[in-house]
C-alpha cells in the first residue's frame, strides 16, 4: 500500500511555464515533507523540504505548498526551464521513525525549448 | 569529500546467484541505507542502519542482507538472484539529528538478474 501517491506520472511543460506536480499523503504521522531532483543515471538528490506547520516554502523558482487538512502538497517549478528536465520524487518522513522516508512513485519532467 | 560511492556501476547475474553490493560514505553519516527504485514505483526502503552493528528491515526486506561493521561501510548482499531483483539500487546515507536530515545519495547500482 502506497503511503504516498504522487501525480502526474509524466509531465511535458513550454519552457518559461509552471511546472506543477502534487502530493498526497495517507498517514497524519509524518512531520516532514521532503522533494528530490533526480537526473539520469544519476541519484536523488534534495531539492526542498517543509514541515507541517508551514504552508509555503519558497526557495528560488521552487515552492512547495502543503495543505495538511487535505493532507496534500505540491511542488510548483516557475519560469521552467530545459535544465530542470528530471524526475521528481516526493517523500514523507515518519515522526520519531528516525530517518525512515517514504517515497512517491516520481513523475518525469520534460520542459522543451 | 567523495560522498557516498556505491560499487559496481553495472552488474548482470544470473538466478541464483549472490553478490555483494558495495556501499560506502565519508561524511561520519550514522544513518545509512538501501532503497530499490522501480518504474512507477518511486524509491522502496530495503535495510537501514543508525549505527555499527545496528541493522533494520525497511519495507521490502525479502531476499536481501545487510551488516555495517563499520560506520562507513554498509553492504547488500543478495544470496540467490532472482528475476524479481531487477532494479536500480541506491545507497543513501544522513546525520540522525532529529530526522530531517538530509539524505545523500550514491549514484546507483543498476541490477539485471536473468
Known amino acids: 500500500q502506497q503511503q504516498v501517491k504522487q501525480s502526474p506520472q509524466s509531465l511535458i511543460v513550454q519552457k518559461g511555464g509552471i511546472s506543477i506536480i502534487n502530493c498526497a499523503y495517507e498517514?497524519?504521522?509524518?512531520?516532514?515533507f521532503p522533494w528530490y531532483q533526480q537526473f539520469p543515471g544519476k541519484g536523488p538528490a534534495l531539492l526542498i523540504a517543509i514541515r507541517p506547520d508551514v504552508s509555503e516554502k519558497k526557495e528560488g523558482r521552487f515552492t512547495i505548498s502543503f495543505n495538511k487538512s487535505a493532507k496534500q502538497f505540491s511542488l510548483h517549478i516557475m519560469d521552467s526551464q530545459p535544465g530542470d528536465s528530471a524526475t521528481y520524487f516526493c517523500?514523507?518522513?515518519?515522526?520519531?521513525?528516525?530517518?525512515?522516508?517514504?517515497f512517491g512513485g516520481g513523475t518525469r519532467l520534460m520542459v522543451k525549448p | 569529500n567523495a560522498g557516498v560511492t556505491q560499487t559496481p556501476k553495472f552488474q548482470v547475474l544470473k538466478t541464483g546467484q549472490s553478490m555483494t553490493l558495495q556501499c560506502a560514505q565519508d561524511?561520519?553519516?550514522?544513518?545509512m541505507s538501501w532503497y530499490r527504485q522501480d518504474p512507477g514505483m518511486g524509491l522502496r526502503l530495503i535495510h537501514y542502519?543508525?549505527?555499527?552493528?545496528?541493522?533494520d528491515q525497511g519495507e521490502v526486506p525479502n531476499g536481501y542482507n545487510v551488516s555495517r561493521s563499520t560506520t562507513e561501510d554498509f553492504p547488500l548482499r543478495l544470496l540467490s538472484a532472482a528475476p524479481s531483483q531487477t532494479s536500480v539500487y541506491f545507497c543513501?546515507?544522513?546525520?540522525?539529528?532529529?530526522?530531517?536530515?538530509?539524505?545523500?545519495f550514491g549514484p546507483g547500482t543498476r541490477l539485471t538478474v536473468l
Open positions: 543513501a546515507s544522513s546525520h540522525l539529528a532529529g530526522g530531517s536530515s538530509e539524505q545523500f
Open positions: 498517514n497524519t504521522a509524518f512531520d516532514y
Open positions: 517523500a514523507a518522513l515518519l515522526n520519531n521513525a528516525g530517518n525512515m522516508l517514504t
Open positions: 561524511m561520519n553519516h550514522e544513518y
Open positions: 542502519s543508525v549505527g555499527a552493528g545496528i541493522t
